[in-house]
């Protein structure tokens, strides 16, 4: 499911109070009267057969004796009568509920399901949706609905809260009540049993009274569900997230409060970065960043000037920045000058750029505006301490002006307490931010700058690789197979390399030899020098136990090595089954840099992609960062932009840069193998040798297993580019390729638009769109495969021009799927038309959607008619220049999606 009858839930005509109660301090007592308090418009129905009345208001003895059927019903009842109350709600037609009961996750007699289980199954009959259970509920200050048992009542606001956590749901509507902070919708998952993420992701995305989405997360259940809806979520509006469990010990704690399966912390970054959240640590920054991002121009770059009038402050907020993901803005010589006619001559000349303790309100106006015309700068923080020669108040409504004439950026720290309580005053009224102390100034410019990347990610377009591979799947998976049938789950180092190599990934020449006669055989063959190399599946790291011997001149060094590797291994290594030898070709690469490349399986959001500084010391070094599959080149580069040894690939002195492009081709390499090949457990490409010349992988191990039968596609938290969906199909004499868009497409698709008639922007468009910015043009070629599509058509090559597209929106329900298709005038008459409404249409029947609705013009007559064709019937509303075509596909066996 996703947001069906969450309306129910979030926006009910009324409630009914299952468990109610007279007895104070009982949640069943607090939740009638929290109801009341809201002043919830719909009736309000107590449910409990001790009491006549509760709270003044009517109780009935049963649910069946209710006068009307409950929108949404608040349970809180012991835990064994849930699933038996859910049945009876269910049957009588209510949509949702909230569970604040407790202890479903127990046994029933049987002991064959928990009460949980049997909960869920009462539910889904009637598609009645379940918030819980062991939750806080929920509130919705607008429609006057509290459904919690919360202490303190919720003001009404543009901000929706979800969170796992029940005690810091009752924690943060205390501490924002005392800072006047309202909400939309503050919602108790508790433990989502049904409703999770996902869902209210979905529903808050789009909805019109939230312009900020908060997230406590402790651990996501469904990775892909979420992963869809936060992403969908934040190309509306700022996601900022709490991620619980950052340190082992906290993960546990969160593991065994909510009964999930954490995942590393370093993944749960790398997911909430791709899905475009923010990330902060602390509930003050959670709404520190709220107020940033409401109230700041979104600074164009990460360069950051500080204005203040004490060194010693600006230095601290110095500090900080260095310690994020900002920098410190190089003054021009222009700002210096024109500073220094304002700036007495004692002032820093530099950034931060310190205006002297007796600065006045001029003084702050005049470098203010100086420092805003520099381009150098792309946000400025103004600071002040207070002093006796000069008031907080009049510096801060400096500021406050000089900031009304323009557009740039301006963070402000007015350090003290009820000094310059005044003058925080002022700019909260001015809409200004400003922050306690340094480093929570500095900490906010880094969300401003973590923001704008992370949006950026979602919406920039990808070059083209510079190479196009077509790795030999059939090759690399019967390599993995054997070794799958033969039991073993460790793959060998040839074996591995074999699979690389399918992938067209540069490998050193590596054969596998049984004594030191064979390998002084391949030595000769290869010749010399030469690596040699223990082979053995008990062995993980070959040159821990001295496996490992290089430069070898000689067919008396191969031999000589071979003794000595096996009397180490004897040693330290005794219940290790030997089974032969590696010998390779001796690498040559002075001066390239060793990095490591892998996968491993993240137990909650799958598949992930390894990249950091290689080595014998990877471990020590701990040099590495991670990110999601699928990857493109721009996502490659940001992962390797990620690590510290991103700057030593970069050049320095007599070191050249290394081969970017042949690099980032790798990774993606490395995140194709990870999408076509569900055995592949874990990889370790260590050393991969990089330098000017491009790549060599000169060891490798791989881990395989069988791959779990109901694994499917949804082993990866985003899905992939369908490959399977590509199809060539005939037209009136010449072949063409349809196949689903990609965010590379971006730059042929604006040329498509170019080539579009004016009528065909307008049939399309229903109106007269000269051009499309790249903000919107991202959106049509940077689709979740997940839950839209659009298929183009293309040269049957797969290159060059887009000839068409057709593409539909789905909801998150995948009940209704919107279409919408245009050709180019220069195409139409061949039926490129007819085959890309064909294809659409199979694809919906395909996935479940149970119809297609399109909006037309009236005068479109071969739109129309080709709709027909299809068996599209035509409502016709009244009024109005277009009609709506609507083809049933699925009514009667449309599928829900968990």
């Known amino acids: 499911m996703s947001i069906r009858n969450l309306d129910s839930l979030f926006a009910p005509n009324s409630v009914a109070v299952i468990g109610a109660s007279t007895r104070p301090g009982t949640v069943g007592n607090v939740v009638v009267h929290n109801l009341l308090d809201g002043d919830f418009a719909g009736p309000i129905m107590p449910v409990n057969p001790k009491y006549d009345s509760v709270a003044g208001v009517l109780c009935y003895r049963k649910i069946g004796a209710l006068p009307v059927t409950p929108e949404l019903a608040v349970v809180c009842t012991p835990a064994p009568t849930v699933p038996g109350i859910i049945a009876e709600l269910g049957a009588m037609g209510t949509k949702a509920a909230v569970v604040l009961s407790a202890g479903l996750n127990i046994e029933t007699r049987s002991g064959t399901r928990t009460l949980r289980d049997v909960m869920l199954q009462a539910a889904q009959p009637h598609l009645l949706r379940v918030l819980g259970h062991n939750c806080v509920g929920l509130v919705v200050p607008g429609a006057g609905l509290n459904a919690s048992f919360a202490h303190t009542t919720v ?20 501490w924002a009540s005392t800072r006047d902070i309202g909400f939309s919708h503050f919602v108790s998952l508790g433990n989502s049993d049904d409703v999770d993420f996902g869902d209210v992701l979905d529903y808050l995305g789009s909805d019109p009274h939230t312009q900020t989405i908060l997230l406590y997360i402790e651990s996501v259940g469904d990775a892909r569900k979420f992963m869809s809806a936060a992403r969908a979520a934040s190309r509306n509006k700022p996601v900022v997230a709490i991620k619980a469990g950052r340190r082992p010990e906290g993960a546990a704690a969160a593991a065994s409060h909510t009964g999930a399966m954490m995942g590393s912390d370093v993944v749960y970054d790398a997911a909430l970065r791709r899905a475009g959240i923010l990330r902060v640590h602390t509930t003050e920054e959670l709404f520190d960043a709220v107020e940033t991002l409401a109230r700041v121009t979104m600074p164009r770059g990460d360069r950051l000037a500080i204005l203040t009038n004490g060194g010693g402050p600006g230095v601290m907020a110095a500090d900080c920045l260095s ?11 222009e700002t210096i000058a024109a500073l220094d006619g304002v700036l007495p001559s004692t002032w820093s000349r530099r950034n931060p750029i310190d205006i002297i303790g007796d ?11 100086i420092v805003q015309d520099d381009p150098a700068a792309d946000c400025v923080l103004v600071m002040h301490a207070p002093t006796a020669v000069a008031s907080a108040g009049q510096a801060a409504e400096a500021v406050i002006e000089v900031q009304r004439e323009s557009h740039k950026s301006v963070l402000t720290c007015w350090l003290g307490g009820q000094a310059v309580a005044d003058a925080r005053g002022r700019f909260a009224e001015a809409g200004i931010p ?3 102390t340094p480093d929570q100034a500095v900490s906010a410019f880094s969300h401003l700058i973590e923001f704008r990347q992370n949006r950026k990610m979602l919406m920039e377009t990808p070059p083209s690789a510079p190479e196009e591979f077509t790795p030999v799947v059939a090759t690399a998976r019967a390599v993995i197979e054997m070794a799958i049938a033969q039991g073993r789950e460790v793959m060998t180092e040839p074996e591995t390399k074999a699979v690389l190599a399918a992938y067209g990934i540069p490998v050193v020449e590596t054969h596998t030899a049984r004594n030191a006669d064979e390998a002084v055989r391949y030595a000769e063959e290869i010749g010399y020098p030469v690596a040699l190399k223990i082979l053995s599946r008990d062995i993980t790291h ?19 090595a071979v003794q000595a590797i096996q009397e180490r291994c004897r040693r330290l290594a005794p219940d290790a089954h030997i089974e032969g030898f590696t010998v390779q070709q001796m690498a040559r690469r002075p001066g390239a840099h060793e990095l490591i490349v892998g996968t491993a399986c993240d137990p909650v959001f799958g598949p992930v992609i390894l990249f950091g500084h290689g080595g ?3 471990e020590v070094i701990a040099d590495r960062a991670v990110a999601l599959p699928p990857l493109n080149m721009n996502l490659a580069e940001r992962l390797i932009g990620q690590t510290r040894v991103n700057a030593l690939l970069e050049g320095y002195r007599d070191r050249p840069a290394v081969d970017r492009d042949a690099l980032r081709l790798t990774l993606l390499k490395v995140s194709q193998m990870v999408v076509d090949l569900p055995e592949l457990v874990e990889l370790d490409i260590n050393p991969l040798f990089t ?5 060599l992988a000169l060891d490798a191990r791989m881990r395989v297993a069988p791959p779990a039968a109901a694994d499917g596609a949804r082993r990866l938290a985003i899905r992939p580019y369908p490959k399977g969906l590509e199809e060539v199909v005939e037209l009136k004499g010449r072949k063409v390729l349809l196949r689903p868009i990609r965010p590379e497409d971006e730059p042929a698709h604006q040329e498509f638009f170019r080539q579009l008639s004016p009528d065909d922007i307008r049939f399309r468009f229903f109106g007269l769109v000269r051009s499309l910015p ?13 839950r839209d599509m659009a298929f183009i058509a293309v040269p049957e090559d797969g290159t060059g021009e887009t000839l068409g597209v057709v593409r539909i929106a789905t909801d998150p329900n995948n009940q209704r799927a919107e279409y919408a298709i245009i050709v180019r005038s220069d195409q139409k008459g061949q039926g490129l038309g007819t085959a890309l409404l064909d294809k659409i249409i199979r694809y919906c029947k395909a996935r479940g959607t149970e119809m297609i609705v399109g909006q037309v013009l009236r005068e479109n007559h071969p739109m129309l008619s080709m709709a027909e064709h299809f068996g599209f019937r035509v409502r016709t509303p009244p009024g109005g220049d277009a009609v709506e075509v609507v083809l049933e596909l699925n009514p009667a066996t449309a599928t829900e999606e968990n």
Not at 359 to 366: K, M, N, P, S, T
Not at 691 to 695: M, P, S
Not at 774 to 786: G, K, L
Request: some cysteine; glycine content about 12%; proline content about 2%.
């Open 155 to 174: 003001k009404p606001g543009t901000i929706a809260f979800v969170s796992q956590s029940g005690a810091l749901c009752t924690a943060v509507l205390d």
């Open 323 to 333: 310690d994020g993901p900002g920098r410190l803005a190089q003054l021009s010589e």
């Open 359 to 369: 600065a006045g309100h001029d003084r702050y106006a005049e470098a203010l505006k």
């Open 434 to 436: 400003s922050y306690a």
């Open 542 to 560: 070959k040159s821990s136990v001295g496996g490992v011997a290089l430069d070898l001149e000689s067919a008396d060094d191969v031999h000589g």
């Open 616 to 618: 014998t010391g990877v």
């Open 691 to 695: 330098d000017e010349h491009g790549v």
């Open 774 to 786: 790249h903000s919107e043009m991202a959106r049509f070629t940077q689709i979740d495969y997940d």
